[in-house]
């Protein structure tokens, strides 16, 4: 578990730690970035407003059954190697967005959901990504890319100390486009691994 001074970033436990994400990146806006493949959005409008709604520890009774059951499925350790953090608002306590970092080429990634945005809370969903890659899974080097025009994302990775890197200038997104790209890096020597599940505990 991670904190920051308004975010508080976990390991997703049930479904619905990785629903309310989801529904936190299914946007337009958000889709204009990331480029999502379309199994991985929740689709109705209506779905995302009620996810997003919710709290982590709400009442779930209320729901009919198997909507209820995917939400409280116990989730496995996933073999994709992404490390993923949800990541609700200390306020109250209503899903915020997630982070991810991925295991084999350190790079990361991150969206807020809709009411979290422009407020400053992509520095801190950043930040984390950073501690989950070097002190907890043992990345001496942690990248990211953004289109040259993102400047919200551009923005915040600078902010939080990440400098230009190479890599290549065109990446394909989940959808199939293909986008110009800018690379940046975050490069600390003293790591520590803490195993994949690491972000259960800090």
């Not at 578990?1 to 619905?16: N, Q, V």
């Not at 890599?167 to 195993?195: I, K, M, N």
Request: aromatic residues 6%; contains cysteine; glycine residues 10%.
């Amino acid at each position: 578990m991670l904190r920051s001074e308004r975010l508080l970033l976990y390991t997703p436990l049930i479904g619905l730690d990785v629903l309310a994400p989801a529904a936190a990146a299914s946007d337009a806006e958000t889709q204009r970035w990331l480029g999502s493949r379309a199994d991985e959005l929740v689709q109705h409008e209506d779905t995302r407003e009620i996810l997003l709604s919710m709290r982590a520890d709400d009442d779930l009774s209320w729901f009919e059954t198997r909507d209820r059951l995917t939400m409280m499925r116990k989730l496995e350790h996933p073999s994709d190697g992404i490390v993923r953090l949800t990541a609700v608002h200390l306020a109250d306590g209503t899903y915020a967005g997630a982070t991810n970092v991925r295991l084999e080429s350190g790079e990361i990634g991150g969206w807020l959901a809709p009411g979290y945005r422009r407020q400053g809370l992509g520095v801190e969903l950043f930040r984390a990504a950073v501690q989950l890659g070097h002190r907890h899974l043992g990345l001496k080097v942690v990248r990211a890319g953004a289109e040259p025009t993102n400047s919200a994302s551009r923005g915040a990775l600078t902010t939080v100390g990440f400098t230009p890197a190479t890599g290549p200038a065109r990446f394909t997104l989940g959808d199939g486009r293909e986008v110009d790209t800018c690379w940046y890096q975050h490069v600390q020597d003293r790591t520590s691994h803490c195993g994949v599940g690491a972000a259960h505990g800090s």
